[in-house]
């Protein structure tokens, strides 16, 4: 193995991040939730469908496989429905109202999903990239497995495969940073590559489950999947070894005040920074637009830094963007179309 390819450290059963460790105190806690102003993360009264429309497209275009390219549909938050090189599959899955362990309370979508778990194309597995519950939603992953069952393959980081079989998930694989496995019959590849944050889902298991982000690579089309981060030197290295990629879709939300959220979420000249790394042809912001997630940031601030962004940088503004919520495009050699 690679010198450069760093894999976590442990401690007993908890896993340690290689960068910079996020840390919280009372005194951290107390400022960030009473001392620190919101600009508005949890939009009431914004005329949401014409801020942030849900597109309702025609899934039927994911009964055929796109001959050359990646199509892609944004779900919301985490969430995207991808497909090319014969394989078609779910990022992050959440179709849920809430993103909490309780029915009915925690944050709630402002955005509604753009189609349910039954409208779903044939999905031929999932990566899971932690196991907060905005990213890993138990009633999705019982509503998938209801419908697909074990024709369903769930990728996912160590530690994690448990959880997944006490949920009904039996074909499910648990992989380690820079483990690859390989979908023979499509020639297409899975590959589990570092990223920067954390896990918990209860009281006593922080970090006793990886965090991950996920490339997967055809005979055709490299796609790169960020999941939930702060930035850090890694992406260089994904970019190195693994791209450049077609397609990335990178957080671009969730990230003020930084002195709190810093380590662990990328703010959008972050994601811009990410997007140079892996050396990605295009990227789509995710993680932002759907859910009020506690940050103080307006909840339309993501979109219009990371396009004010592009511009001052002088790059081109199709190259890293957002889309709306349903929109299905495919994103060839040259263009988003």
């Known amino acids: 193995m690679s010198q450069d390819l760093v894999k976590p450290k442990r401690n007993g059963e908890q896993f340690i991040s290689p960068w910079e460790v996020w840390t919280v105190s009372f005194t951290k806690l107390f400022r960030f939730l009473f001392l620190t102003r919101s600009e508005g993360n949890n939009p009431q009264n914004e005329p949401l469908d014409t801020m942030l429309p849900v597109i309702k497209d025609d899934l039927s275009k994911f009964n055929t496989q796109p001959a050359l390219g990646i199509r892609h549909m944004w779900i919301g938050h985490a969430t995207s429905l991808l497909q090319f090189d014969g394989v078609t599959f779910l990022t992050d899955p959440i179709f849920s109202d809430y993103c909490s362990p309780l029915r009915m309370l925690g944050p709630r979508r402002y955005r509604p999903p753009p189609c349910t778990v039954q409208d779903l194309p044939h999905i031929d597995f999932v990566l899971i990239s932690h196991n907060h519950y905005d990213h890993l939603d138990y009633s999705t992953v019982v509503q998938l497995n209801d419908r697909f069952g074990d024709n369903l393959t769930w990728y996912v ?111 959008p000249e972050e994601a811009i920074k990410i997007h140079i790394d892996v050396k990605a042809s295009h990227s789509i912001g995710i993680h932002w637009g759907t859910f009020p997630m506690g940050a103080k940031e307006f909840y339309l601030e993501p979109r219009t830094k990371l396009e004010q962004l592009m511009k001052e940088k002088e790059m081109d503004p199709s190259k890293f963007c957002t889309v709306p919520h349903g929109k299905i495009i495919t994103i060839g050699e040259d263009a988003m179309t």
């Open 157 to 267: 980081p160590l530690g994690l495969k448990q959880w997944m079989n006490d949920s009904g998930c039996n074909n499910v694989i648990e992989m380690n940073w820079w483990e690859e496995h390989t979908i023979s019959a499509k020639d297409v590849r899975v590959i589990c590559t570092p990223c920067q944050h954390w896990c918990r889902r209860g009281i006593w298991d922080t970090n006793k489950v990886l965090w991950c982000s996920w490339c997967v690579i055809g005979p055709k089309s490299k796609f790169y999947f960020a999941g939930d981060t702060g930035y850090c030197d890694v992406f260089k290295t994904i970019g190195k070894h693994y791209g450049p990629f077609d397609l990335a879709t990178i957080p671009i939300g969730a990230y003020n005040p930084r002195w709190m959220l810093a380590y662990q979420h990328v703010d």
